[in-house]
């Protein structure tokens, strides 16, 4: 499967919504809940909730939000957002931590701010609220009472703010692997060769739900592109078709070739296919594991601007048991630090009941390390550029993945809850205006049905 969103022992389709269910467990119901009426619970179970109300929407990123932290009774002029830029730009700026007592009575868009807060306390809470959106009400039926009461503490759920009647962030924006879940990549058949019809397109990307759309390139008019799954053997016809006004050239990264001239890098194994053109690549799937294809001609710039996506492929027999499956390829030029093609809070989170296993394939298709360290939990590392590490396997919480590679990891959830998972170059994730970039979560919930019930509440 492509995606967390399908369990791997899934069974049959939803046909509203397109998501899949096991046997034996049906997908849950959410109840409906007016604004009023959740407000009305969380204030009696609560006890103390907050009462500062969300603040000013943030402008817009380069590599993360350049800014000052500075006391809301003296604010520091010029101290907003980098606006975004397509060549990647600088590095953000971080400044020394804020006072936390600003003098007089500041106060946010709509309402006062806490004693000891600052504007980065109501942006940064902000970002988690836009993050949870309308999930927040269905929380209650996941975690109990007492859990929900916490987080309805701090999320200063008494307020009534406007992002618990939206939709999450990751679920206003188009999503990989939503749509692979939905409508995934399908070949044709001829003669016993699986046939993918791509092409290459300029789009318009919304690295958030807020942010106005860069100018992108994707497969399939997506960033990343579609994943292409086969099975170890398969011979395998890629059709591309170039729609862009440049050249470009496709080269499928880890593929082991018996033919050179299918490796896809112009003037050396190829010319470049130009536009309007079609290019076509034939080869056998030989080695399974995790695969990328992407752009290999001015790749710096094509590959940075959104041309790249999966390919996996599976073995004949798969020699790991996992029940859902996770995608992650990571990237830090156009948009800032992206995790498929999004920044935080749009990044779309990993869900698992408590006893499930996920399977996380980590790419990294930008041009910087990132070490990514999962709170609460502990990773298996069981493949690295689609080789199995067998007795060389090994646990950690934190895991360096370098430009170029992949490495395959499970999870097995154990702890009910809401865990950061993000990348640990600080200035990757978090600023002056709270968490952004390469943030992402692992939501590990007690029961099945209730990942389907989020689910469902997202693709509905």
């Known amino acids: 499967?492509?995606?967390?969103l399908v369990p791997a022992d899934s069974g049959t389709t939803d046909p509203e919504t397109g998501s899949r269910e096991s046997p034996g467990h049906p997908q849950l119901q959410i109840p409906s809940l007016t604004r009023r009426g959740f407000i009305r619970g969380v204030a009696l179970a609560g006890g103390g909730l907050l009462a500062a109300a969300c603040g000013p929407v943030a402008a817009g990123w380069t590599f993360g939000p350049v800014a000052s932290a500075a006391p809301l009774a003296a604010p520091t002029p010029g101290a907003s957002n980098a606006s975004a830029s397509p060549a990647g730009g600088a590095s953000p700026s971080v400044g020394a931590a804020a006072s936390a007592a600003p003098s007089g009575s500041p106060t946010a868009s709509s309402g006062p701010i806490p004693a000891g807060w600052t504007q980065h306390d109501i942006d940064a809470r902000r970002a988690v609220r836009r993050y949870l959106g309308n999930l927040v009400p269905a929380l209650k039926g996941v975690y109990g009472d007492v859990a929900f009461a916490k987080l309805a503490d701090i999320l200063g759920a008494a307020d009534d703010y406007p992002e618990l009647s939206a939709k999450p962030a990751f679920a206003q924006v188009p999503q990989l692997f939503l749509n692979d879940?939905?409508?995934p990549l399908k070949p044709t058949l001829d003669n016993g060769v699986k046939v993918f019809n791509l092409t290459i397109d300029e789009i318009n990307q919304h690295i958030d739900e807020l942010m106005p759309p860069v100018a992108a390139l994707g497969y399939n008019a997506q960033w990343p592109g579609p994943t292409i799954r086969v099975t170890e053997g398969d011979r395998v016809r890629a059709i591309f078709t170039n729609n862009l006004k440049e050249t470009?050239?496709?080269?499928?990264?880890?593929?082991?070739?018996t033919d050179f001239f299918q490796?896809?890098?112009?003037?050396?194994?190829?010319?470049?296919?130009?536009p309007g053109a079609s290019y076509t690549y034939e080869f056998t799937a030989n080695t399974s594991g995790s695969m990328m294809y992407h752009s290999h001609h001015n790749a710096t710039d094509q590959v940075g601007r959104g041309l790249l996506a999966a390919m996996v492929v599976e073995p004949k027999v798969e020699p790991f048991k996992f029940d859902r499956e996770y995608i992650w390829i990571s990237n830090d030029s156009l948009g800032g630090f992206t995790i498929n093609g999004h920044g935080f809070p749009a990044t779309v989170p990993v869900l698992a009941a408590v006893g499930e296993t996920v399977r996380i394939r980590f790419m990294n298709e930008g041009i910087m390390m990132h070490p990514w360290h999962v709170h609460g939990n502990v990773m298996r590392v069981i493949a690295r550029d689609a080789h199995p590490l067998g007795s060389a396997e090994f646990e950690c919480d934190t895991l360096g993945v370098n430009p170029g590679e992949r490495w395959d990891v499970l999870i097995t959830a154990r702890t009910p809850?809401?865990?950061?998972?993000?990348?640990?170059?600080l200035p990757h994730v978090e600023g002056t205006n709270g968490m952004f970039g390469m943030v992402n979560t692992l939501v590990v919930v007690p029961e099945k049905a209730h990942v389907d019930a989020i689910v469902k509440l997202i693709v509905s």
């Not at 499967?1 to 967390?4: E, G």
């Not at 470009?248 to 593929?255: A, E, K, P």
């Not at 490796?263 to 130009?274: A, L």
């Open 1 to 4: 499967m492509d995606t967390l």
């Open 181 to 183: 879940a939905l409508q």
């Open 248 to 257: 470009t050239g496709v080269h499928f990264h880890g593929v082991q070739f």
């Open 263 to 274: 490796d896809g890098v112009p003037f050396v194994t190829q010319k470049p296919i130009t």
């Open 417 to 425: 809850g809401v865990w950061a998972f993000h990348c640990h170059i």
